[in-house]
Every structure is written in C-alpha cells, then in structure tokens.
C-alpha cells in the first residue's frame, strides 16, 4: 500500500459547485498534514496546514480523520481560477526529516 | 525575493551524460530537498539535507548524488544519465531540520525540466 494515496481525478465540475478531495495515508504516526496546490507546470505551493480539529481558509475547508487516517479538503463556491492539481502531503513522526506526498487530483472548474 | 533558485531550467542530455542541477536558497533554511516529479507518480523525494553537512537519502536514490556545499546551495548530480531519469526536477526548503509541527511548509524551486535522450 502507498504511503499516501489519493484519486487521481480529473474532477470536472461546473463554477460554483462544491467539490471534496480525500488523501489517506498508511502509516497511524503521522503527525503533520498538509494541502499543497500546483498549477500546471509550476511548482507546488502550500495551501493550507491541517489541523486536528479542522480548519478553515475562506472557500477551503480541511479536516483531519485520525481513527480512519485520511485528510480531505473541501472547496466551496469553485472559481474558475482553482483549477489545479491539489497535492496532499503527510510527515510522519518525530526524527523524520521529509514530507511524502499524493499523487495529487487534478481539479478542473469548467465556467 | 528569489526564495529556492534552480538552474538550469531546461536541459537535454544523451544518455551516459552527466550533469549537475543546481539550487540555491536565500531564506536562511535549514533543510533542503530533491524531489522528481513524473506523470502519474507525483513528488517523489531522491535526497535530503536536514542540515549544513549532513546528507540522506529518500524514496528514489539511485543515479543520483547530492552535495549540500553550504547553508545555502544543495546539488544534484546525474553521473550517467539514463531514459529514466527524464523528469521535472524540484529543489526546495524549509526553515527547520525537523519540518516540526505546523511549519512543515516547503518552499519550492520553479523546477528544472531534464530529458535524457
């Protein structure tokens, strides 16, 4: 089993749907979660930290199931401008140096 | 502000050709990283430098070599450059040697785009 997986997509959805991603992760002490965002053929950058009891950006919500260990974001009120590949990427422990990152899932938002 | 620079941006190589990709960092980090990237396998990490004089490798090590030259610079190096090694290559960094807590966030090069002929 992969480290971290996630649907790969392509989601297609219309301007101003609500769309949800999952990312589950195999290793239970992992620690740090995180949303990375990556426009085609550009590098990856942080969207947004998961926290344990969720948290919220504007549009983007994310959460944390520890018990089934997966992450998921939700964007709410697509623009067309948030179409990308939403990475999620998962630290694991302490002593671990390195972040292990999705495949990542292209969203495309379709006006 | 540059933040994670990579040269080259571009590059084809003939199989067998080495090089060295390089990247620098002006953010004061700590930690630096390489990673490829590839259609339908995502990041993958190659090397890491958790720190100013230490080196470790990552998921997909083989072919390559690392030097972290100082706080600032970490190169990868392709010794004899093979097909499979054609990938979007990223360099990045972050601040800390551990990526504790929250903080974990990497910042990223634009990418070094190599294809291996």
């Known amino acids: 089993r992969k480290e971290v997986e996630q649907d790969p997509g392509p989601f297609n959805v219309p301007e101003g749907a609500t769309v949800a991603f999952n990312c589950t992760y195999s290793n239970s002490a992992s620690q740090s979660f995180f949303w990375y965002r990556q426009d085609c053929r550009k590098e990856p950058k942080l969207l947004m930290s998961v926290y344990s009891s969720g948290n919220e950006d504007g549009r983007f919500t994310a959460q944390l199931n520890r018990a089934s260990q997966y992450i998921s974001l939700l964007i709410r009120d697509s623009k067309l401008s948030d179409s990308a590949t939403y990475l999620c990427?998962?630290?694991?422990?302490?002593?671990?140096?390195?972040?292990?990152f999705g495949k990542g899932t292209k969203l495309s938002v379709i006006p | 502000n540059a933040g994670v620079t990579q040269t080259p941006k571009f590059q084809v190589l003939k199989t067998g050709q080495s090089m060295t990709l390089q990247c620098a960092q002006d953010?004061?980090?700590?930690?630096m990283y390489w990673y490829r990237q590839d259609p339908g396998m995502g990041l993958r990490l190659i090397y890491y430098s958790a720190s100013e004089g230490t080196t470790d490798k990552g998921e997909v090590p083989n072919g390559y070599n690392v030097s972290r030259l100082n706080k600032r610079e970490f190169s990868l190096r392709l010794e004899s450059a093979a097909p499979s090694q054609t990938s979007v290559y990223f360099c990045?960094?972050?601040?800390?040697?551990?990526?504790?807590?929250?903080?974990?966030?990497?910042?990223f090069g634009e990418g070094s785009r190599l294809t291996v002929l």
């Open positions: 990045a960094s972050n601040r800390r040697s551990d990526l504790a807590g929250l903080t974990g966030e990497l910042f």
């Open positions: 990427a998962v630290k694991t422990g302490a002593g671990s140096y390195q972040l292990t």
């Open positions: 953010m004061n980090h700590n930690s």
